[in-house]
């Protein structure tokens, strides 16, 4: 069992920055890749990133170059650095954890998810 618990969320102005954190309960954290998602208030959930076991990273394109996805394993912890703030990215942002190497975008394949912070970006 792995419990994820976000942190970091706010109320920005457009052009700024807000860094997310998901801590991890268990020993096992660096066996799992991890992912970001969010949901904007009427849409579905939507990948943001994801970063695997040796920190390899993938976004997706309306993020890049704005958003850096990271993870310190002996802190048990996964990190969103999220630049260049947009109104778009306006949603409650969850981290979800996986065992398959290539969960990537397929939010199906993640296993545990966390209860999600809130992040709004004002104009």
């Known amino acids: 069992q792995v419990q994820l618990v976000e942190s970091g969320g706010g109320l920005v102005q457009a052009g700024g920055s807000l860094r997310l954190s998901c801590a991890a309960s268990?020993?096992?954290?660096?066996?799992?890749?991890m992912g970001w998602f969010r949901q904007a208030p009427g849409k579905e959930r939507e990948f943001v990133a994801f970063i695997n076991w040796s920190g390899g990273a993938y976004y997706i394109d309306s993020v890049k170059g704005r958003f850096t996805i990271s993870r310190d394993n002996p802190k048990n912890t996964v990190f969103l650095q999220m630049n260049s703030l947009k109104p778009e990215d306006t949603a409650v942002y969850y981290c979800?954890?996986?065992?398959?190497?290539?969960?990537?975008?397929?939010?199906?394949?993640?296993?545990?998810w966390g209860q999600g912070t809130q992040v709004t970006v004002s104009s």
């Open positions: 979800a954890a996986s065992m398959y190497n290539n969960a990537r975008h397929y939010a199906d394949r993640y296993d545990y």
């Open positions: 268990g020993r096992t954290f660096s066996s799992y890749v």
